[in-house]
Each structure stands twice: as structure tokens, then as C-alpha cells.
């Protein structure tokens, strides 16, 4: 069952700017070590960097709406992490608030599982998210 749905559209153009303002102060309030380190393997190309920070960007803005909440009560940016499974499948890994507020929503007896889709065309990137319960051991 679906308990959570978030979607985000943002201008990859923005988060250009905020990183060339405010630089790694902006870097490390966003995003986790995991995400930056994505990012830094496309060094060699600005434009895919940017785009790399505005997916997460846009995909930390989604599964905030999916949980409720925004980037707010006891929800923030460094708690929503984009990662990917085993085949690429991006998901979200979630602590702090957001964990707890992931737990919060999840009926008992079941498990939760965060389906994430993110994409860019320059200059837009946008995610989707899409937080279901479903019974343990289901793929």
C-alpha cells in the first residue's frame, strides 16, 4: 500500500549558483559524504556534476512531501541520502527524523520500501518518490 508520494522539478541552474556562492558550506549542509563522493567522480565534466547534485537535490525535496513533513520537523537535508541498490536502482536511505518519521508512517507488520525516479534535461531535474508498506520479504 502506498503511504507516501513526493515529486520535485528544480532548475539545475539554482543549485549551480548556490554551489558557486556558498561552495562546500552549501555542499555539506545537503548533501552526505555518499553523494558528494558520486558527484566528485564526475569531475571531469561541470555540467554533470551539477546536474548529479541537482537529482539529489530535487530527490531529497520529493521523499520530504513523501514523508509529510518537508524539510522540517526534525526532517533535514543530510537525513535523506540517494544511494543505489546493487543493480542501480537509485532508493533513498533515510536517518535521524527522517528514519523516524519513515518508522512513524509504517503500519506494523510491515516493511517500508522508498522507490525513487530522478532524471535531468538540462536545465531541469526532476525525482519522484513513492513510499510504500508492503509485507517483509516482499522484492
Known amino acids: 500500500m502506498i503511504i507516501g508520494i513526493g ?4 532548475d539545475i541552474t539554482r543549485v549551480a549558483a548556490a554551489i558557486e556562492r ?4 552549501f555542499l555539506n549542509r545537503i548533501f552526505t559524504d555518499a553523494e558528494r563522493a558520486r558527484a566528485a567522480r564526475r569531475a571531469k565534466n561541470h555540467k554533470m556534476v551539477v546536474a548529479t547534485y541537482a537529482k539529489r537535490f530535487a ?3 520529493a521523499c520530504s512531501k513523501a514523508l509529510g513533513t518537508g524539510i522540517r520537523g526534525g526532517v533535514w537535508w543530510r537525513d535523506m541520502g ?3 541498490l546493487p543493480g542501480g536502482r537509485p532508493t533513498m536511505q533515510l536517518t535521524g527524523g527522517a528514519l523516524a518519521r519513515l518508522e ?3 503500519p506494523p507488520g510491515y516493511e517500508a520500501r522508498v522507490d525513487l525516479s530522478i532524471t535531468d534535461d538540462w536545465p531541469l531535474a526532476q525525482a519522484f518518490v513513492i513510499i510504500s508498506a508492503v509485507q517483509p520479504g516482499t522484492p
Open 59 to 61: 530527490a531529497k525535496e
Open 22 to 25: 556558498h561552495g562546500d558550506r
Open 104 to 106: 512513524a508512517l509504517t
Open 82 to 84: 540517494v544511494v543505489n
Open 7 to 10: 515529486s520535485d522539478l528544480i
